[in-house]
């Protein structure tokens, strides 16, 4: 006799690992198919303008002195090739067409920047925002102390005027 309900039960077992291999395969073939990916905003065709073109202060900035500046100071969170994605932070392309806290693809908005507003971003503000982030923004979630130096600033606005757009 008990050799009977041990093989009822091995035959009850199977049959429960049958149902959930069963159950699994309906459950992965109803999220089959290609899935389609969520195209980015498209961003408005802007051309990258030259350093000249730039409204001032920005037109008498230093575009190597400004890639440099991103380099050592943005480009450990930032990107600016529309190709790369984000990193900690979002991409910075086409960031002049977009407004403060608004990106397709970047989820880690800190909600004080999401509520900052603008359309758009626009130099003087992205200048004050890059002179002190948290005093300028509170509650900002950008680990960055700031650049002290007009000038750098300049050259790094003018270098992301240029670089965002290409």
Known sequence: MLV?????????????VISAVVACAALLAACGGESTPVPEAPV???????VEQLPAPYNEASL??????????CAGCHFTDRAKGDMVGPNLHGMFERGPGHSRTYKSYSPALKDLGG???????LDQWLTNPRAFLPG????????????ERRDLIAFLMVQSRK
């Open 140 to 151: 900002s979630s950008m680990f960055f102390n700031g650049i002290a130096d007009a000038a």
């Open 64 to 73: 190597e002195a400004g890639q440099a500046a991103f380099g050592k100071k």
């Open 44 to 50: 408005a065709a802007v051309p990258a303008p030259t």
């Open 4 to 16: 009977n309900v041990v093989g009822i039960l091995d035959v009850m077992r199977t049959g429960y």
């Open 119 to 125: 359309d758009v971003w626009d130099p003087a503000v």
